[in-house]
């Protein structure tokens, strides 16, 4: 799924492809993602120009200059940026065709990303009011995170994926800051002393900007521009050697999401 750096590194790589571009066309194949997608996208973004492209969490959002084009990739969508009219394939369901010949596409194979368009403040979107700080930005740090878990049972793993406490973290990147901050994902979030929770902001915006910074290293002219090749401490590592201790790592279940995590380095 893709999560705040493949997002970033996305919104990275469009603004420089297509920021100055008009829509010509869009090509709608499927009335409804998540939700559904507006009948009269084409009327609203014909002729507009792609003024920026900016990010919310895990969305993305185009300046249209009357209003915004709102995508979220979903579980297993992404973007290809093509040049001409190459024939779309399963789950390619929409086409936005630019006036210097370049095609987005959007795919997504089970369909639950989102393509919204609105006008009006975009912090207000239903969809995006209730997201908490970026973590990349003032209003993030290891006080705030104090502050958030006084009280709070929930297991740490699940709080900081909760995009109303932080924007962006999901499943990876919550896996591979609690494994460098040496906290166990199941520990209750209340638990957490002040100086773990400096530690723990503190890496989670240092694993989200080594993999921007991946992400920005790989970012070439090639199709699919959501992902790029990545090595995790932890996630996707259960039952092998911890990088740490050479210990095994442990796979388990945590708010029905896969949680790995070594026992020993994770106290």
């Not at 996305?10 to 709608?28: H, I, M, P």
């Not at 185009?62 to 084009?69: P, R, T, Y």
């Not at 638990?191 to 773990?196: G, Y």
Request: hydrophobic content about 40%; aromatic content about 8%; proline content about 6%.
């Amino acid at each position: 799924m893709p999560e705040l750096p493949e997002v970033e590194v996305t919104r990275r790589r469009l603004e420089r492809e297509l920021v100055g571009s008009r829509f010509k066309q869009v090509v709608l194949r499927v009335k409804k993602l998540r939700l559904p997608v507006p009948a009269d996208l084409e009327q609203a973004l014909s002729g507009r120009m792609v003024r920026a492209i900016g990010r919310r969490g895990k969305y993305l959002l185009f300046d249209c200059e009357v209003g915004w084009l709102l995508v979220h990739l979903g579980m297993t969508g992404f973007l290809r940026l093509l040049r001409g009219s190459p024939p779309p394939e399963k789950h390619d369901h929409i086409d936005f065709v630019f006036d210097d010949g370049q095609l987005l596409r959007f795919h997504d194979p089970r369909k639950f990303g989102i393509v919204d368009w609105f006008t009006g403040d975009p912090q207000l979107h239903l969809l995006l009011a209730g997201i908490g700080p970026e973590p990349l930005e003032r209003g993030f740090d290891g006080e705030y995170l104090f502050g958030v878990t006084r009280g709070r049972k929930v297991a740490v793993k699940q709080l900081i994926m909760n995009s109303a406490v932080v924007a962006g973290v999901g499943n990876i990147y919550a896996n591979e800051a609690l494994f460098h901050a040496r906290i166990r994902p199941d520990r209750p979030a209340g638990d957490l002393a002040l100086k773990e929770c400096v530690k723990l902001a503190a890496t989670i915006c240092n694993v989200l900007e080594v993999s921007i910074g991946e992400g920005v290293a790989f970012m070439v002219a090639e199709e699919t521009v959501a992902y790029y090749p990545q090595t995790f401490e932890v996630y996707g590592r259960g039952g092998k050697p911890c990088r740490g201790c050479k210990g095994h790592l442990e796979e388990t279940r945590l708010g029905g999401r896969s949680t790995v995590f070594c026992r020993d380095c994770q106290k």
